[in-house]
């Protein structure tokens, strides 16, 4: 039996269809590419704006067209939201959303001898839902490796559909975190990333704090490279900050989202800090820890955003000094509060504010960078990008490529920084 995977949207999405890939091995099937013609069909939908949405329902007639007798599963946070809109997708056989994806080869034994599509999506607000415990089973590479610890949101910022379809805060067990953290260790792996929904609420729930669970992987034996995803700036504890400076294993390399550098937009946006709050966190950071890399969220175009708001969103991003910058163009998301705000802007200007910021990122990208030029850091070699070439990343994550012969997959090598390129840093091993 041949099964195919796609993923939409995040990091999240991506580590969970990882997980679910590694349980269908284990059930005795082998995973092919989305194109070819299998026997299930997996997509894993988001549903972050309308056009996810939108994609998503391409993705699924997609797989339908290339093998109409296969059984299609959609899960995610798209048939979470819409399952009812899902399950009439001529086609489609089962729809999980965001819970129930570790009986998956269960549930498609049910969808097989059902006579109609099975729609087995929970009210993950009103029911009690624990997190879902999806561990990998099997490490195929040996580089990276993405563990989730968290699930859901409870911040409700009213451009977000998210809550709604990942649901409340739910922490992973800290001893099942640490379990599969240590077998990654084990099989190989160099890195490991620590991800969730809302990863800084981390312990919320079970009367702990993420610094209690990055404190303990920090002293895993073998561990090379621990790194946090993105984290909410009111997250930042000096605990945490101790944990960063005390342990070298820790990536100096915070994402720290900002979405707008206009309080009268973060207000608007139920954002739960002011930039001057947002910069003392940033000053804070970086008097413990020299060097650090800062990298962030913006929205442009969000409704009501005036072109004084855009001009002080963008003034304060130059200030803090951002080594890079992810620029997202306000798209309303039907079910949230600011879909239905007035003054919503309009695309060319979206689009301007867009290029206003992409060249910020530019800019503030290689200010950062070029700080580093002459010194020798440690990279991560990933992947060959050409004969002899390597590509990788240093723990404050930025990009590296350099020359050097031989399979350095995995490996963790000095590399001298000698220039910058359009996209990333060029360098030579010592």
Not at 385 to 398: A, F
Request: charged residues 25%; contains cysteine.
């Amino acid at each position: 039996m041949k099964a195919a995977f796609y993923t939409l949207g995040c990091k999240v999405n991506q580590t969970e269809t990882e997980a679910l890939a590694g349980t269908f091995r284990a059930g005795g099937y082998s995973i092919v590419p989305f194109e070819d013609r299998a026997d299930i069909y997996v997509i894993n939908t988001c549903t972050v704006t309308n056009m996810g949405d939108r994609k998503s329902r391409q993705i699924i007639r997609r797989a339908v067209k290339t093998n109409p007798e296969a059984l299609v599963v959609v899960m995610g946070c798209y048939a979470q939201v819409a399952a009812e809109e899902v399950v009439r997708i001529p086609g489609v056989d089962l729809v999980l959303g965001t819970q129930d994806r570790g009986e998956i080869l269960q549930l498609i034994a049910q969808a097989r001898e059902a006579q109609a599509p099975l729609n087995l999506v929970r009210d993950i607000w009103r029911e009690r839902v624990e997190f879902e415990e999806l561990p990998r089973l099997e490490a195929e590479s040996r580089v990276r490796a993405t563990l989730k610890i968290q699930e859901g949101c409870n911040q409700f910022c009213t451009y977000c559909i998210i809550p709604y379809a990942r649901g409340p805060v739910r922490s992973r067990n800290p001893e099942k975190a640490f379990q599969e953290a240590s077998s990654l260790v084990e099989a190989g792996y160099r890195e490991i990333v620590l991800t969730g929904i809302h990863t800084g609420a981390y312990g919320v729930d079970l009367g702990i704090d993420l610094n209690y669970l990055v404190a303990r992987l920090a002293k895993l034996p073998g561990l090379k490279r621990l790194r946090l995803s993105s984290i909410e700036s009111v997250e930042i504890t000096p605990e945490l900050l101790q944990t960063f400076a005390e342990n070298p294993n820790m990536c100096p390399h915070l994402h720290l989202p900002l979405q707008s550098g206009s309080d009268h937009i973060l207000a608007q946006m139920k954002r739960p800090y002011s930039t001057a709050e947002f910069e003392a966190v940033v000053n804070q950071v970086r008097s413990v820890l020299p060097g650090v890399a800062i990298t962030t969220d913006v929205i442009v175009g969000f409704p009501g955003e005036d072109e004084k708001e855009h001009r002080d969103s963008l003034e304060f991003a130059r200030r803090v000094g951002f080594a890079g910058i992810h620029v997202f163009k306000y798209s309303p998301r039907t079910g949230t509060p600011a879909a239905g705000f007035a003054h919503q802007v309009e695309g060319a200007l979206k689009e301007q504010r867009s290029k206003d910021f992409l060249n910020l990122t530019n800019e503030s990208w290689r200010t950062y960078a070029s700080g580093f030029l002459g010194s020798s850091m440690e990279v991560l070699a990933e992947h060959s990008v050409g004969d002899n070439l390597w590509e990788g990343h240093t723990p404050n994550y930025l990009r590296v490529r350099f020359k050097q012969s031989g399979d350095l997959r995995g490996e963790l090598l000095d590399v001298q920084l000698d220039r910058l390129s359009r996209e990333y840093v060029s360098g030579y091993c010592r």
